[in-house]
């Protein structure tokens, strides 16, 4: 088999061609057997997969005499997959076997005359097709690091006149040659898809991790993807209105399937307090009991001085019992309106932060040390050291120097006095900065080309259409319709989730109100809002993700 020969070089050539333009691998394998059977005159061929070098599979049965092509499943009714690991004891194995175990050429003149193989599998072909299997020439397919991939089979080589031939050296050295070319393409197709499996593995890890951090934020980043697939196959398919002439390559896909896990990647620096953050004096633990403790001691300090002023006969016990009962009765609506204050639903009045001021002026007596039982970096951050140590008269509620950690501060009336929400400046300012994280930690992995959008997607999600959001204020003309699925699906899958210590479960219509809201305030595009209701996106995720409790009476035209 010359490759100088015109025929033989032309069938190289388009070889070459499909393989830089077909992405359909399977189609490929099947060309590069036709060829090389072509150019060493071969009757037929069998070409078998190696799976993970534990599964032999028939993939392609073809003989030109017998006008037999059968490909891929067809042929596991005359040829079962092998599971391999089986046969390597035996004592006789198939010629396809002992390719692999062997890793040999088997290059026979007449395959019944030699009985060193089971021949079984030709004997059945030959005598339901009326057939007579001759020459065979079998050999393993292998990767550049000596991985099999594939056991190629040609048979009954014939001349112009029809005669059985053998394969001599010249054709079998050919014919492995162009078969060769089978192991780069599958090498280069399991490398790819392995390297695939491993960044979505990675990629699910992270945000795993990222949901497993707090048991509250649950499976925020598992339910963002699922929500922005369904959002963008809605747009796609938009027969009318602007998104009419959407579309998305598979690389948009892809791209918007991986920044959706990896949307809030950055949150791996959130910390847990923060994100957890139930009520406004939340940080490990809610400090509300320590001042609960506080009110106790002012409640037996009145019953004290009640008590003392009865044995001395200062007043008559009634006016004494009315005076320690008024005093209780104040405490406990005191202690009742921080306690309501320090839980973020409802929206804090000037006339709420003068009350808390007022509150936080009412004294106690503290007798025991402050500076006992703390770590050397809670000492070292206490600047008036005998302060603390001396029993001293402090404030109901206080803001101390020893509240401001780094950036963070702990005050109590500080964080009392936030108007809305649990989350005070400085913790915003940190949740906001996950953003910022998030597209640092995406530049610096190298995405190949066709995922470059995927920072862009990621890093819009809680930007504005109006241009008030963040980190980057882009407007709606700035970003992606990708890039603005993304900020839907995430506010979507935030109101509808039961598991948030901040807020109630909401009803799919006070949710659907809220991003009403956000589309006539310029919050979230409005285009796809509409298709987002519309085709019903909310309740296709709703049926599936969220409680049943949650799902009540929809009209979708009160909410465009």
Same mark, same amino acid.
């Given at each position: ?18 393989? $830089? ?25 069998? !070409? ?5 070098? &534990? ?6 049965? #073809? ?31 198939? *010629? ?6 062997? &890793? ?19 004997? %059945? ?15 393993? *397919? ?8 594939? *056991? ?61 951090? /707090? ?56 910390? %847990? ?35 003392? &002023? ?26 009742? !309106? #921080? ?5 973020? +639903?409802?929206?804090?009045?000037? %006339? +709420?932060?003068?009350?808390? @001021?007022?509150? /936080? ?6 007798? !025991? ?16 050291? @005998? ?5 001293? $008269? ?17 005050? %109590? $009336? ?38 470059? &959008?995927? #920072? ?24 992606? *319709? ?28 006070? #949710? ?8 006539? /305030?310029?919050?979230?595009?409005? +285009?796809?809002?509409?298709? !987002?209701?519309? /085709? ?25």
């Amino acid at each position: 088999m010359p490759l100088n020969n015109s025929r033989n070089l032309s069938a190289i050539l388009e070889l070459n061609d499909l393989l $830089l333009s077909e992405e359909d691998h399977s189609i490929v394998v099947e060309k590069i057997m036709d060829t090389a059977a072509n150019m060493c005159d071969a009757d037929g061929y069998f !070409f078998y997969n190696v799976n993970d070098e &534990k599964f032999l599979t028939l993939s392609y049965c #073809v003989n030109k005499s017998l006008r037999i092509c059968r490909k891929g499943s067809e042929n596991l009714v005359y040829a079962p997959t092998i599971f391999l690991p089986e046969c390597k004891n035996k004592e006789q194995r198939s *010629i396809a076997e002992n390719c692999f175990f062997t &890793k040999e050429i088997i290059n026979l003149s007449n395959i019944y005359a030699n009985t060193q193989y089971d021949n079984s599998f030709f004997a %059945e072909f030959d005598e339901s097709n009326d057939y007579a299997t001759v020459s065979i020439l079998s050999f393993p *397919i292998m990767t550049r690091k000596g991985y099999i991939v594939g *056991i190629a089979q040609f048979v009954n080589p014939r001349d112009e006149s029809g005669r059985t031939l053998t394969f001599t050296q010249d054709v079998q050295a050919g014919t492995i040659s162009v078969c060769n070319l089978i192991g780069i393409l599958l090498e280069n197709k399991n490398l790819t898809e392995a390297y695939g499996q491993l960044l979505e593995s990675f990629i699910e890890v992270l945000a795993r991790a990222i949901d497993a951090k /707090s048991p509250y934020t649950g499976a925020h980043c598992q339910r963002v993807p699922v929500i922005a697939r369904l959002l963008a196959t809605a747009a796609v398919q938009a027969d009318s209105g602007p998104l009419k002439d959407f579309e998305m390559s598979p690389d948009d896909w892809y791209a918007l399937h991986i920044a959706s896990w990896l949307h809030d990647c950055g949150k791996v620096t959130t910390p %847990e307090y923060i994100v957890d953050k139930a009520t406004k004096l939340e940080t490990i633990y809610n400090r509300i009991h320590e001042i609960r403790n506080r009110f106790e001691i002012l409640r037996r300090d009145a019953h004290i001085d009640y008590l003392k &002023k009865r044995l001395k006969n200062i007043d008559t016990q009634e006016h004494l019992q009315a005076e320690f009962v008024h005093k209780v009765k104040e405490l406990e609506k005191d202690y009742d !309106f #921080v306690a309501r204050c320090n839980i973020g +639903d409802n929206e804090l009045t000037q %006339e +709420d932060i003068t009350e808390l @001021e007022r509150i /936080s002026r009412i004294t106690f007596m503290r007798y !025991f040390s402050r500076m006992k039982g703390l770590s050397w970096a809670e000492r070292d951050h206490i600047k008036d050291v @005998e302060a603390n140590d001396k029993p001293n $008269l402090e404030n109901l509620l206080q803001n101390r120097a020893d509240h401001l950690f780094d950036k963070y501060n702990r005050g %109590e $009336l500080y964080n009392l006095e936030v108007k809305r929400g649990t989350i005070n400046k400085e913790e915003r300012e940190k949740i906001n900065e996950h953003i910022v994280v998030t597209i640092d930690m995406l530049k610096a992995l190298p995405f190949p080309k066709e995922l470059s &959008k995927v #920072v862009e997607y990621a890093g819009a999600h809680h930007e504005r259409v109006d241009g008030k959001g963040y980190p980057n204020g882009l407007k709606g003309d700035q970003m992606s *319709i990708p890039a603005k699925i993304m900020a839907i699906a995430d506010i979507f899958e935030a109101l509808t989730a039961n598991d948030r210590p901040y807020k109630e479960p909401k009803k799919l219509s006070e #949710v659907l109100k809220i991003m009403q809201g956000m589309k006539n /305030s310029g919050h979230i595009d409005p +285009d796809l809002y509409k298709v !987002f209701i519309t /085709s019903q996106v909310y309740m296709d995720y709703a049926e599936q993700y969220i409680s049943p409790e949650q799902i009540d009476e929809i009209n979708p035209d009160d909410y465009l």
